[in-house]
Nanobody, 137 residues
Framework: EVQLVESGGDSVQPGGSLRLSCSVSGFTSSDSQMGWVRQRPDKQLEFVSGIERGAGRQWYRNDVKGRFTISRDNSKNMVYLQMDNLKPEDIATYYC??????????????????????????????WGTGTQVTVGS
């Protein structure tokens, strides 16, 4: 059984940092395109960041470039999202997702903004249950 388990969500002040972790079991994460997807309050799912198979390329939505860093530790079957300089607009539930099956490559989301970052749950085969990130004074 495939399981993705996120952790690391918390409440921080603006400008603070968090590191989200995604523990993968049931398959080899390095064989899969992995992603972080978020859902802000009363909003749809939106792409945040993705990483290619193996040590691969990384992709980010435009407004997190330079602030967020996705990485993977293949020896531990883990994927991470380092989030720095957090802003109130980053408040959301963050999901780890695996095995991209959308129309076109996952890289299509690189540099996206606004509605272009929206994606459907069906575009990834596997999902975690999410971890909450709150930013505020």
């Amino acid at each position: 059984e495939v399981q993705l388990v996120e952790s690391g969500g918390d409440s921080v002040q603006p400008g603070g940092s968090l590191r989200l972790s995604c523990s993968v079991s049931g398959f080899t994460s390095s064989d899969s395109q992995m992603g972080w997807v978020r859902q802000r309050p009363d909003k749809q799912l939106e792409f945040v960041s993705g990483i290619e198979r193996g040590a691969g390329r990384q992709w980010y939505r435009n407004d997190v470039k330079g602030r967020f860093t996705i990485s993977r530790d293949n020896s531990k079957n883990m994927v991470y999202l380092q989030m720095d300089n957090l802003k109130p607009e980053d408040i959301a539930t963050y999901y780890c997702a695996a095995d991209f099956r959308g129309d076109g490559p996952l890289a299509k989301y690189h540099g996206c903004s606004g509605h272009v970052c929206l994606l459907l749950r069906s575009e990834f085969r596997y999902w975690g249950t999410g971890t909450q990130v709150t930013v505020g004074s």
